[in-house]
């Protein structure tokens, strides 16, 4: 986790970081997570291979707080784009956006309050089961996610070294 210990935080926001924690061991083919507020910011994150047991052989992350910041930076652009372009067609609410590329996939999913569940996973992973564990970390996360959960997760991101 990306997240410092969990010492001092709510039980809710604990029980995110399990929630996250358990979509990136459980889940074959996750390289990392993001969930980023409706006005973007990152509020939990893991690094690849942070906790999967992934070989140490993995490029070093990039960016200024890993692949976890890039991901949560991707995440917030493609909700953004995805929202306008609903609006555009007059299609309702965004549920579900996957961008499949040569070497990976990235998977965003909305959750109730506006933020954004963001996955990068490998290419060969099973997209189906990726999106199954991730409507199970919304439906689980949604009502948690409360205005005092989110303010606590964004200063604990912010007091990451």
Known sequence: MTAPSTYGLSTQARNLQWLLTDLVEEVPGVNSVAVVSSDGLLLLSSDPGAGAGEPETKPKAKGPRGASADLATIVSGLGSLTTGAAALMDSGAVKQTMVAMEHGSVFVMAISDGS??????????????????????????????????????????????
């Open 116 to 161: 954004l569940l963001g996955v990068h996973a490998t290419p060969d992973c099973d997209m189906s089961v990726v999106a199954y564990h991730m409507a199970l970390f919304v439906g689980r996360a949604g009502h948690v996610l409360t205005p005092e959960v989110r303010s606590e997760l964004r200063q604990s991101m912010e007091n990451t070294p």
